[in-house]
């Protein structure tokens, strides 16, 4: 009956469809080409998304990926794993490593309090939680921001994520996200967009039902959806940053 669905072993039907749902939100959110899916969509190496059962959930995986893409395995010019990441050694070793005395997670002063949950679960602490202030639309101010890279730069820091904010929960304010984008691309560092307001707004620029729309926040689900470095193609809905060079992931209330 497929009654559990902890693992696939023991819920092959319902995650074969949990998988094809998260390819459709994926494709409607990207638009990757059909080889693409056809070869991550049912491959349990690839992942193109996760269901949530909360806002905590979804930040703290999205940052948990975004930890493990910084600090990730490293193979020499054979292909040969010469460093395991992070996952397995943890986060001492792996900033050893790396050459770092630190690790942070910069955003705004307007993150979700489950950024300040995901920092300290994934053991990177309360402090590393970087809060730059707002401007009078309360959006990031972009060149603190920057300044702020610079410095940890200096410091010898890892930053293992900016989060930009796609409707903050007190305001509705959305965050320069493809400047943004640009800043997390320069410095090469993954950019986690918290969109548990304003994700759901993208689908209304993409050809979807006004009923659909209507399931998907009846449902109130939490999506968080990856994007495929590999992938050559780039295309994405007018809301999300079109370059995802540094890694990208986003949260979003369905």
């Given at each position: 009956?497929?009654?559990?669905?902890?693992?696939?072993?023991?819920?092959?039907?319902?995650?074969?469809?949990e998988?094809e749902?998260?390819?459709?939100?994926?494709?409607?959110?990207?638009?990757f080409?059909?080889?693409?899916?056809k070869?991550?969509?049912?491959?349990p190496?690839?992942?193109?998304?996760?269901?949530c059962?909360?806002?905590?959930?979804?930040?703290v995986?999205a940052?948990?990926?975004?930890?493990?893409?910084?600090?990730?395995?490293?193979?020499?010019?054979?292909?040969?794993?010469?460093?395991?990441?992070?996952?397995?050694?943890?986060?001492?070793?792996?900033?050893?490593y790396?050459?770092?005395?630190?690790?942070?997670?910069?955003?705004?002063?307007?993150?979700?309090?489950?950024?300040n949950?995901?920092?300290?679960v994934?053991?990177?602490?309360?402090?590393?939680?970087?809060?730059?202030?707002?401007?009078?639309?309360?959006?990031?101010?972009?060149?603190?921001m920057?300044?702020r890279?610079?410095?940890?730069?200096?410091k010898?820091?890892?930053?293992?994520?900016?989060v930009?904010?796609?409707?903050?929960?007190?305001?509705?304010?959305?965050?320069?996200?493809?400047?943004?984008?640009?800043?997390?691309?320069?410095?090469?560092?993954?950019?986690?967009?918290?969109?548990?307001?304003?994700?759901?707004c993208?689908?209304f620029?993409?050809?979807?039902?006004?009923?659909?729309?209507?399931?998907?926040?009846?449902f109130n689900?939490?999506?968080?959806?990856?994007v495929?470095?590999?992938?050559?193609?780039?295309?994405?809905?007018?809301?999300?940053?079109?370059?995802?060079?540094?890694?990208?992931?986003?949260?979003?209330i369905?």
């Amino acid at each position: 009956m497929n009654q559990n669905v902890v693992k696939t072993e023991t819920a092959k039907t319902t995650t074969f469809l949990e998988r094809e749902a998260l390819a459709q939100l994926h494709k409607v959110l990207y638009e990757f080409d059909e080889p693409f899916y056809k070869e991550h969509v049912q491959n349990p190496g690839s992942m193109l998304g996760l269901f949530c059962n909360g806002g905590t959930m979804a930040n703290v995986s999205a940052m948990w990926v975004a930890r493990n893409h910084q600090l990730g395995p490293r193979l020499d010019d054979d292909g040969n794993k010469i460093f395991d990441g992070v996952e397995f050694t943890g986060i001492p070793k792996a900033l050893r490593y790396y050459g770092y005395d630190g690790a942070i997670v910069i955003g705004s002063d307007l993150m979700h309090y489950s950024m300040n949950k995901a920092a300290d679960v994934l053991g990177c602490g309360l402090q590393a939680l970087v809060k730059i202030p707002v401007d009078t639309n309360y959006r990031v101010d972009l060149d603190m921001m920057e300044e702020r890279i610079l410095e940890a730069k200096r410091k010898r820091e890892c930053v293992v994520a900016i989060v930009g904010i796609c409707g903050t929960t007190e305001t509705g304010a959305i965050d320069p996200l493809q400047d943004m984008a640009n800043l997390a691309a320069k410095y090469n560092i993954h950019f986690h967009v918290d969109a548990a307001w304003g994700g759901p707004c993208m689908f209304f620029f993409v050809d979807i039902y006004l009923f659909t729309q209507f399931v998907f926040h009846f449902f109130n689900l939490q999506l968080i959806s990856f994007v495929q470095k590999k992938s050559t193609q780039k295309k994405v809905s007018s809301l999300l940053p079109t370059d995802l060079n540094a890694g990208v992931s986003s949260k979003l209330i369905l």
